[in-house]
């Protein structure tokens, strides 16, 4: 079986190169520095030891299966430097949120397509080298701009981990992803709380239910959500269900990191302004959180 190698040692790829551990897929954990570094993932009571590899230490074009676990911002650079390890036909995918960066991603390596995974996976860095895993989650895996049902690398391997699914519409999956990742990230990031803290007793503070109903029209209008889907209501369950959880873009703010909100919220006012559709409260988050 073909070997997948993990590049980038935050959170989620730790995460994942402990699940293909725990399922005996063999796998590789990379990152960029020169020296290997030991990580340690928590899992309720159990910590297990991971090293990262650097990538460096690889032979070019040894690399068949490459899961890129970088965010949005990341990825193009991290693509660039992994292309000499990539052989001809090796199979490339991404774990990153957001959109707006896909192209210039894919015109970094012009002859591999990029393949994506959408992950309500929860894990965050409890230290640099400390991880600890909140929720296993969902992951869908598919390709963009391609219906063709799941490949036989994904039956082999990827299919084993528990929870993970070929999507043969990941673009929507991408869409609803986006769509509640424009909402409940930059507004926890702005007020410093937890996700559950969005909601007073069950129901939406005041800035979130403004923030969904300035957002809503203008993601029917680009075709990322639904007529039919309440987005609030969306929102609110999935406050419900991650209510103890630190969004990821108020971790990467309270740690001093670049956030996503380029990929998400400044995008979406990107895609906005071509339809001429102003979205003040999404204008004021992404200033203040740039
Ligand atoms: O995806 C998330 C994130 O934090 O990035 C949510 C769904 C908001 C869960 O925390």
């Not at 403004?210 to 209501?233: M, R």
């Amino acid at each position: 079986m073909s070997q997948w190698h993990i590049f980038g040692a935050g959170a989620m790829g730790c995460l994942i190169a402990h699940r293909m551990q725990q399922c005996e897929l063999p796998s590789t954990l990379l990152h960029h520095h020169k020296e290997p570094v030991e990580k340690i993932i928590i899992d309720g009571h159990v910590e297990t030891h991971l090293e990262a590899l650097p990538l460096q230490t690889l032979a070019h074009g040894s690399i068949e299966r490459l899961l890129l676990t970088t965010k949005a911002g990341q990825v193009q650079s991290a693509l660039a430097l992994a292309l000499p390890y990539l052989t001809k036909n090796a199979i490339v995918a991404s774990t990153a949120n957001g959109m707006g960066f896909e192209k210039a991603a894919q015109n970094s390596i012009p002859n591999h397509t990029i393949h994506r995974a959408i992950s309500t996976a929860g894990a965050f860095r409890v230290s640099a080298d400390r991880v600890r895993v909140v929720s296993n989650g969902t992951t869908r895996m598919g390709l963009p701009g391609s219906s063709l049902p799941s490949p036989q690398w994904f039956n082999d391997s990827l299919q084993h981990l528990s929870a993970w699914h070929w999507e043969s519409n990941i673009e929507q999956a991408i869409a609803v992803k986006f769509s509640i990742n424009c909402i409940i990230n930059p507004l926890t990031a702005e007020l410093t709380c937890r996700n559950g803290e969005l909601l007073d007793r069950g129901v939406a503070k005041p800035e979130l239910k403004a923030l969904c109903e300035e957002t809503q029209p203008a993601l029917i209008a680009l075709g990322l959500w639904s007529e039919e889907e309440d987005l609030l209501a969306t929102v609110v369950s999935v406050c419900q269900s991650t209510a103890q959880n630190n969004s990821s873009m108020l971790q990467d703010k309270m740690a001093g990191r670049l956030t996503e909100v380029e990929f998400l919220n400044g995008e979406l006012l990107r895609r906005a302004e071509s339809l001429g559709i102003d979205l003040p409260l999404n204008r004021a988050l992404l200033h203040s959180l740039r």
